[in-house]
């Protein structure tokens, strides 16, 4: 008979092995999937997964793991969750979940970790991982007592999903996992979030109603937990425009009038001129890590209502008049009630179609290079042709990049979360698995990674991982032999100067045969569409090489320094 406490034949009835409770725990939380790659340290609990229905989904490295977790936290809602061993197992994650902490996605890590009767002194793959993920993470807590397993499981995740949501992280030590123990997961219940000060609505809507010329900066936190439906409905009652961040697209669809696109290029946009016009700032679920408010309130002299879960950060250039601080939506609900109480007589405040010229020039930018078929493909006529292939609630992943760049000013959204986008972190190697996360959270829907000839690199190996899932996500290579956004920065920084930033690639198409999985790719810009409409058809992943004219980098540039307001 063994000697190990947890054996079947030495535990009592009543009594079960920690990593039988803790995966009971995972269950309670309503987990279905688990993204990782195990080591030694993780056995017992990978054991106790097999005994479970949650599916454990290989990876072929943490960092993609972290990734898959992330989007499909920031989809889905609930927490991702990523697993990894120690050491070089915990450290692996790092990227993946800081860029899920700062971007705001619910994920919650297991890591494991070595006996803790060696943890005291120099040992193998002996690390603090807790005290490595402190700073990246909203919690991070290592389980010295079985006993615990449900307290802390329970409030990794009620940390990781309460807004603004963000990353915990949970550390099993071999030791641990292996005792028997006697506790059972506890309940889960739903916390409400608590609603907005009615004196602050009430302070909000007197500086609004007395604006001459205010707009609204959507962010983050206007695409969750319902908080589109208030601000559209907020948008149409006041006539008040509504310009997003990168990470806000979709938060007023893209064919309504009250859209102004997208502010993020930290360059002289069209609509950075007319925010320089404006009176009043109405940021809803902002985070300044989003788009630095030195770029739109350089002369602080904006009157800033700030809508948000969480009090506004202190910063020179966001002192705020009104801190309108509780759930989004039932903010924008309560302001929406106090103007038809109020002010019904005078609604709408604004006339919206004095906006309209702005935003018929804002078309007309996006839509300049639609029926171009030079080749390489200049980046508009790409997401011209990409915005038309897509549906309103199909998923766009950005990778970073100069495509990011493009992608983040030219690619608009119908419906709120659709373009992803690694934003406050600025992560290469996103796209590719966090296409994966996507894919298991909306299996109907179609998505569509576009990531540079350098990110996609990045996280390769795990085009395996999508295609022994048999996954139809479509992987878009934007091909250009350089790390392009670096030369683009340095150019703009030094006169036309740049570092040497070329490199070579792989033959697309002779990848992904190798990998197992259809390849294309384009030699003319009228393939695109066909090739898209292929790749889509597949069983299972696919591919598509497309060489891209960077030469558009600089025009760019050039053009927003000669941009005149034309409001």
Not at 46 to 65: P, T
Not at 396 to 408: N, P, Q, T
Not at 414 to 437: D, E, Q, R, V, W
Request: charged content about 25%; aromatic content about 8%.
């Amino acid at each position: 008979m063994s000697d190990n406490p947890a054996t079947a034949e030495n535990l009592r009835p009543s009594t079960r092995k920690a990593s039988d409770l803790f995966v009971r725990c995972l269950e309670a939380e309503g987990v279905t999937h688990i993204f990782g790659v195990p080591g030694e340290e993780n056995a017992d609990l990978m054991m106790s997964l097999m005994d479970s229905d949650i599916e454990f989904v290989l990876c072929r490295h943490e960092q993609a793991a972290a990734f898959i977790a992330d989007i499909y936290g920031r989809l889905t809602g609930k927490a991702g969750v990523c697993l990894a061993t120690l050491g070089p197992g915990a450290t692996n994650l790092v990227t993946g979940l800081a860029d899920a902490n700062m971007d705001r996605a619910p994920v919650v890590a297991i890591i494991g970790q070595g006996s803790t009767k060696r943890l005291h002194k120099e040992s193998h793959q002996n690390m603090d991982a807790i005290g490595m993920m402190r700073p990246i993470t909203k919690w991070a807590h290592s389980i010295r007592d079985e006993e615990t397993i449900p307290e802390v499981v329970r409030k990794a995740f009620k940390i990781a999903e309460s807004e603004k949501p963000g990353v915990s992280v949970i550390e099993l030590p071999e030791d641990i996992a292996k005792e028997a123990v006697t506790g059972k997961p506890m309940s889960v219940y739903k916390t409400r979030r608590p609603g907005a000060d009615y004196k602050a609505i009430a302070q909000a809507i007197e500086v609004i109603t007395r604006a001459e010329r205010p707009i609204i900066l959507a962010g983050n936190g206007a695409v969750r937990k319902r908080a589109a439906k208030q601000l559209l409905r907020f948008a149409h009652k006041t006539g008040i425009p509504v310009v997003n961040t990168f990470m806000g697209k979709g938060s007023v669809p893209m064919e309504d009038k009250h859209s102004l696109f997208t502010m993020g290029l930290q360059a002289k946009d069209h609509i950075n001129h007319a925010m320089e016009k404006c009176d009043v700032v109405i940021t809803v679920g902002y985070d300044l890590v989003e788009y630095s408010p030195h770029f739109w309130n350089a002369n602080q002299d904006k009157k800033i209502v700030h809508i948000d879960f969480l009090p506004a950060e202190i910063d020179t250039h966001y002192t705020v008049a009104v801190d309108v601080v509780g759930d989004i939506a039932d903010a924008l609900w309560q302001m929406n009630m106090e103007l038809e109480r109020n002010h019904a007589g005078d609604l709408p405040l604004q006339d919206i179609d004095g906006w309209l010229k702005l935003r018929q020039t804002i078309l007309d930018d996006f839509a300049m290079e639609k029926d171009d078929t030079s080749f390489p493909m200049k980046p508009q006529k790409i997401l011209w042709d990409v915005r038309e292939f897509l549906g309103p609630e199909d998923y766009l992943l950005s990778d970073v990049g100069a495509h990011k760049m493009w992608i983040s000013r030219y690619y608009q959204c119908h419906t709120p979360n659709t373009c992803l986008i690694s934003n406050g972190f600025c992560s290469m190697g996103f796209a590719l698995p966090g296409a994966i996360g996507a894919k298991m959270a909306a299996p109907d829907r179609k998505v569509l990674a576009i990531c540079g000839d350098a990110g996609f690199m990045m996280n390769v190996q795990d085009v395996e991982t999508a295609v022994r899932l048999g996954l139809n996500v479509v992987f878009m290579v934007w091909e250009d032999g350089e790390y392009g956004l670096i030369k683009w920065k340095q150019q703009n920084q030094f006169d036309g100067r740049h570092s040497n930033l070329a490199f070579g690639n792989p033959d697309w198409e002779t990848l992904a045969r190798a990998f197992g999985m259809w390849g294309r790719t384009l030699t003319r810009a009228e393939d695109l569409k066909p090739a898209l409409e292929e790749a889509f058809r597949q069983p299972g992943p696919a591919l598509i090489g497309v060489p891209v004219d960077y030469s558009e980098n600089l025009k760019l540039t050039k053009r927003l320094g000669e941009i005149e307001c034309s409001i």
